[in-house]
T-cell receptor
Framework: SQQGEEDPQALSIQEGENATMNCSYK?????LQWYRQNSGRGLVHLIL?????REKHSGRLRVTLDTSKKSSSLLITASRAADTASYFC???????????????FGQGTTLQVKP | ETGVTQSPTHLIKTRGQQVTLRCSSQ?????VSWYQQALGQGPQFIFQ???????GRGNFPPRFSGLQFPNYSSELNVNALELDDSALYLC?????????????FGPGTRLLVL
């Protein structure tokens, strides 16, 4: 079963605009990661945020995490046509002393950036 | 490029057949995880191998099995294929089987079961 629910399912914006994607999850986590996938190919790791962090930046990416609401958001600023892809959040649920990095993915947000 | 390779890239099988998918992990990585991604869905965790031993399994039946070799490459075997097994199969390698380790994904094998 999917741990994360992503919102929106699809997003279409113009180049230069910002894109915001949201992810909600159900159980306690060790960390949350965001991945990108181009056209059904392999996933590319974008950013990891740990459960004790609230915000993290990487280039044009900004991720927030609210563990009280069990939600995260990914903001892509100044989007480019090359950002067109599917974006997935993945949680690493807390399982007692077992921390093995078995990720649970959401269903993803499909982002289209128009030139 | 992540350094993780998978073969074959595409595969067509018929219902009831068996299939073996292969994954070469990134150099130095001792952990391989396998995921199934149905069309329009997020990847679902199948199982993980750490130093040649199964190290956790998702909600998949026993006809999904795997191996990890001494060089840490891995195989996913699926017996008695069903139509619903049609999906993109992704493997990911990581340095260790611990939380927070970045997982590097291969390009996937697209399996079609007719």
């Amino acid at each position: 079963s999917q741990q994360g629910e992503e919102d929106p399912q699809a997003l279409s914006i113009q180049e230069g605009e910002n894109a915001t994607m949201n992810c909600s999850y159900k159980t306690s986590i060790n960390n949350l990661q965001w991945y990108r996938q181009n056209s059904g190919r392999g996933l590319v790791h974008l950013i990891l945020i740990r459960s004790n962090e609230r915000e993290k930046h990487s280039g044009r990416l900004r991720v927030t995490l609210d563990t009280s609401k069990k939600s995260s958001s990914l903001l892509i600023t100044a989007s480019r046509a090359a950002d067109t892809a599917s974006y997935f959040c993945a949680t690493d649920p807390r399982r007692g002393s077992s921390n093995t990095g078995k990720l649970i993915f959401g269903q993803g947000t499909t982002l289209q950036v128009k030139p | 490029e992540t350094g993780v390779t998978q073969s074959p890239t595409h595969l067509i099988k018929t219902r009831g057949q068996q299939v073996t998918l292969r994954c070469s992990s990134q150099s130095g990585h001792n952990t391989v995880s396998w995921y199934q991604q149905a069309l329009g869905q997020g990847p679902q965790f199948i199982f993980q191998y750490y130093r040649e031993e199964e190290n956790g399994r998702g909600n998949f039946p026993p006809r999904f099995s795997g191996l990890q070799f001494p060089n840490y490459s891995s195989e996913l075997n699926v017996n008695a294929l069903e139509l619903d097994d049609s999906a993109l199969y992704l493997c990911a390698s990581s340095l260790w089987a611990i939380s927070g380790e970045t997982q590097y994904f291969g390009p996937g094998t697209r399996l079609l079961v007719l």
